[in-house]
Every structure is written in structure tokens, then in C-alpha cells.
């Protein structure tokens, strides 16, 4: 996460943090991974290298959701 605010500038951090934010509240995996994409889809346009960022660290930040629903606070 502090990379992709190193990307968003001061004044859109917490914008930016709010719409990343949104693909970690995702029940399943396919929703986060959906919700991720659509938001790297919807900054892309203004910041680019911060979207790009979101599309290779996809798989990484998003590993979790995986395992069963019950073992991810533990892993929080």
C-alpha cells in the first residue's frame, strides 16, 4: 500500500487508498480480483504507473483469498 501512495501524489492518497481499499472487503477471490482490476481500469487514465503497479502486484497482494475465509484473519 505505501508504494501505490508513493504513486497517488499528496492530495489523492486517500482517494486512492479508499478505491484499493475496496478490493480487500471482496468475500471471494474472484470479486477482489475483479474489483482490482476494474479499479487499476479507472485510475489508469491519470495515473498510469500506479495502474500498472496495481496489474503486477495483482496476484501478490490478492494470495490471500485463497484460503478459506475463516484462516484469513489469522493470516491478516
Request: net charge positive; charged share 30%; glycine share 4%.
Amino acid at each position: 500500500m505505501r508504494n501505490a501512495m508513493a504513486h497517488a501524489g499528496k492530495s489523492g492518497r486517500r482517494v486512492v487508498a479508499a478505491f484499493v481499499g475496496t478490493a480487500f472487503a471482496q468475500d471471494d477471490e474472484a470479486a477482489a480480483r475483479a474489483q482490482c482490476r476494474q479499479v487499476a481500469d479507472q485510475i489508469r487514465p491519470k495515473l498510469p504507473k500506479l495502474a500498472a503497479l496495481l496489474d503486477e502486484a495483482e496476484p501478490d497482494v490478492l494470495a490471500y483469498m485463497t484460503f478459506p475465509k475463516e484462516h484469513r484473519v489469522k493470516i491478516h
